[in-house]
């Protein structure tokens, strides 16, 4: 178990308190705090996850008669009828048992950094990794990170978690283990917290973000939220202002992309979350614009700044949602040009010309992705009809360099690029199909335009 010293003199209480929990818990394992409900399931997508690795993994514990069952999210997953992508699992033996059983079998254990929250990974048959974690109690929570105490009651553990639906174990036998009414939530499409809302928000009030994620995942179009959660939101939003910006991002990013976006930013704007020391979102962000671009080019595949930007109102209010959030620096630049370009108008007879000079402008150096910001404003637009289109066109390489200017005997200096950006323009004017030497012939004309003279070798 860790050791606590140091801890306030509330958390050695606690510390000192959980043990005699674990033993009265243990001594009645039939009198629970809740009434543990199970299933089991023998789905397709279970029985899938039973890889050769998998197996050995089962076969160590087993052997060393500690439990080991798949945790959380997983399980969720699999009672919705879904394979998880990641699958995260929780045992009976501490952190030190567990590297005694891998060494002895020879098994190869990496990333170490997990170890004094319980958690170990080890790599199996040099294939896959497992991340297997101790049943723990959060004795002293900090947000992200808290001061943990193991057990061997699996109760315990389910009672730190954030919501019901999160909070199951799956025995590899097939079992659901089910202390909080999740399987009943997953059927009811419903997301609660487990226990008390703002015990759990406080806790880490990331989860505000989290239930809203969830909510849009799990929930029906329509479906109510529980009034006290939403007071418990409300009451505590403050709390968001000390969450990194990544992890923002990292959330916010799930729920505007995700089923039911509008409503649910509705209400997180009804809750007081949008401030920009929150959220970096603005009280005034315009939901009705972010709902119009979400539901004309949601089945295109937007990226998330494409969605977002719906919401702001000026490139002042892209960089103020950076600083709060850390977006990437292609987040921003796709941002920024959606921002600018958002209500350029189409080209009547070329409707793509527009979009095709503006690739060419933003130049070459960022090659592909240029392009992708560009079709950002389209999908923004709603111009979804000319997209397979726009998507296949080459970008064109300028046929003219800077070489060949001053072989045709312009003087070097700063008047090059001014030559070379008016013999780009006449190169656009005729779609990109004027030659090297025709652009080349024209150079005459642009350096009388320009007051320069030519001094052929």
């Not at 699999?78 to 567990?98: E, H, K, S």
Request: aromatic share 8%; proline share 4%.
């Amino acid at each position: 178990m860790s050791v606590l010293l140091g801890l306030p003199r509330t958390s050695r209480l606690v510390s000192l308190f959980v043990p005699r929990l674990n033993r009265f818990l243990n001594f009645f394992p039939k009198k629970r705090f809740f009434a543990e409900k199970r299933m089991t399931i023998d789905t397709p997508e279970f029985r899938s996850l039973f890889s050769p690795e998998l197996n050995a993994l089962a076969d160590i514990f087993h052997r060393h008669s500690f439990e080991l069952r798949i945790a959380g999210g997983a399980v969720r997953d699999l009672l919705m009828g879904m394979r998880p992508v990641d699958i995260d699992f929780a045992t009976t033996a501490t952190p030190d048992q567990m590297k005694g059983m891998f060494e002895s079998a020879g098994i190869r254990m990496i990333n170490n950094r997990g170890e004094k929250h319980g958690t170990v990974t080890c790599r199996m048959n040099d294939k896959d990794n497992f991340e297997i974690t101790t049943l723990r109690i959060d004795v002293l929570c900090t947000g992200r990170h808290a001061e943990v105490q193991f057990t061997t009651n699996w109760e315990l553990d389910a009672n730190r978690r954030d919501l019901t639906i999160n909070s199951m174990f799956l025995g590899l036998d097939g079992t659901v283990y089910d202390f909080f009414s999740g399987i009943e939530d997953i059927e009811r499409r419903r997301v609660r917290f487990v226990g008390n809302p703002t015990e759990r928000i406080q806790e880490d009030y990331l989860r505000i973000l989290r239930y809203f994620r969830f909510f849009g995942r799990i929930a029906v179009e329509g479906q109510s939220h529980e009034e006290a959660t939403l007071q418990a939101i409300r009451e505590n939003a403050e709390g968001l202002a000390g969450i990194s910006g990544e992890r923002i991002w990292t959330e916010l990013k799930k729920i505007i992309v995700g089923k039911q976006a509008g409503s649910l930013l509705t209400v997180m704007h009804q809750l007081g979350l949008f401030r920009v020391d929150l959220l970096g979102l603005h009280e005034d962000a315009d939901l009705e614009e972010f709902k119009l671009v979400y539901d004309r080019c949601r089945d295109h595949s937007p990226q998330t700044m494409t969605l977002c930007v719906a919401m702001l109102a000026s490139e002042a209010e892209v960089l103020e949602l950076e600083k709060r959030v850390r977006c990437s620096a292609e987040e921003r630049k796709t941002a920024l040009l959606v921002v600018e370009h958002r209500h350029r108008p189409l080209d009547e007879v070329n409707p793509l010309k527009p979009y095709k000079d503006l690739t060419i402008d933003l130049g070459p150096a960022e090659g592909a992705k240029v392009k992708q910001r560009v079709t950002e404003i389209l999908k923004y637009q709603g111009h979804v009809h000319l997209l397979e289109e726009f998507e296949e066109w080459k970008v064109p390489k300028m046929p003219v360099s800077g070489h060949m200017i001053l072989a045709k005997g312009l003087p070097k200096g700063p008047k090059l690029k001014t030559v070379l950006d008016e013999l780009r323009e006449i190169w656009k004017k005729s779609d990109f199909t004027l030659t090297a030497d025709e652009l080349l012939d024209r150079l005459p004309e642009v350096a009388e335009k320009l007051h320069l003279k030519l001094d052929p070798q």
